[in-house]
């Protein structure tokens, strides 16, 4: 798997650039700042990139906008982004292209290194991946006019878990039902979340974007 890295912080670039040399990738290039992101992704165009939200000048947003830019310009390029805290908008404004192939993970989850990189291939094969703990705030930030509000709570838990970037079998192992289960479910998200018939893999994702929203 070939990888972009950004990361203004050279102790943790060099980290995520040895962590994942050393399971079987390929850092092509490793870089401080947007552009420079958005210039590796354009001439590379990766397999994955990892990149960091904030970064210089301001260490604010930098990052995001710049893997945005990078998504414009390559469209579908897969993108995970670590982050220090939880920031839910930032999940939303990298999923807004409804493309998948993105993730958006706590900075703390690089030291449980079999997620991390569980996380970052299956990005990289087109998943939605978010955190946790990113899914958890979104449980207490639902608004009256929650489109997921028609749900049972069975249903809830399965698009939680399709936001986490899980497939059909992954949620059926996790909630201990079967697979034929999880497929009733997730039709049933579809038409209450009135969501025709489409290719699935977008429907998946407009799923987890109303989730997102909601």
Sequence with gaps: MRVVIAD?????????????????CTVVAAV?????????????????SIV?????????????????????????????????????????????DRLGAVGYLLKDRVSEVADFLDGL?????????????????????RRRDDPLRNLTPRER???????EGRSNTAIARTIVVTEGAVEKHVRNIFTKLDLPPDEEQHRRVLAVLAYLRS
């Design 121 to 141: 291939r299956r990005v990289a094969a087109g998943a939605t991946v978010l955190d946790p703990e990113v899914v958890g705030q979104l449980l207490v930030r």
């Design 157 to 163: 838990e399965v698009l939680g878990l399709m936001a």
């Design 52 to 96: 960091d939200v904030r970064m210089p000048p301001t260490h604010t947003d930098e990052g995001l906008r710049a893997a945005v830019e990078a998504r414009r310009q390559v469209p579908g390029s897969p993108i995970l982004v670590l982050s220090q805290y939880v920031e839910v908008e930032y999940a939303d404004d990298l999923l807004a």
């Design 8 to 24: 203004d912080a050279v102790l943790l670039r060099e980290g995520l650039v040895r962590l994942v040399e050393e399971n079987e």
């Design 32 to 48: 401080g700042d947007g552009p420079s992101l958005v210039d590796a992704i354009v001439e590379h165009k990766p397999d994955v």
